[in-house]
């Protein structure tokens, strides 16, 4: 059975840092890419960052570059998403989500979703 399981969410004032996890079992760690996506209410869910766990690139969407990072720790299953100099728009629920290699940022194409953390950026 797969699993991804988000963690680290919370609310933090305007240029506050959390880091994401999410914790992945039940399919093949190495031949995936995992991502990160967010949805604000009344807003389509967007992808953030993706990483092919095989090779190790990575990819951002422009708001988030320069400010977010994903890495992984293959020996936990586990992708991170630290975010830094967090602004208000960046609240949203972050969802985890999984799908065999190549990575995109179409989320219409990820295979398994984690059940989401929020975040809240006051300003």
């Known amino acids: 059975q797969v699993q991804l399981v988000e963690s680290g969410g919370g609310s933090v004032q305007a240029g506050g840092s959390l880091r994401l996890s999410c914790a992945a079992s039940?399919?093949?760690?190495?031949?995936?890419?995992m991502a990160w996506f967010r949805q604000a209410p009344g807003r389509e869910r967007e992808g953030v960052a993706d990483m092919n766990i095989g090779t190790g690139s990575t990819y951002y969407v422009d708001s988030v570059k320069g400010r977010f990072t994903i890495s992984q720790d293959n020996a936990k299953n586990t992708v991170y998403l630290q975010m830094t100099s967090l602004k208000p728009e960046d609240t949203a629920m972050y969802y985890c989500a999984a799908r065999p290699a190549p990575c995109d940022m179409v989320a219409q194409w990820y295979t398994y979703w984690g059940q989401g953390t929020q975040v809240t950026v006051s300003a």
């Open positions: 039940g399919f093949p760690w190495s031949s995936n890419c």
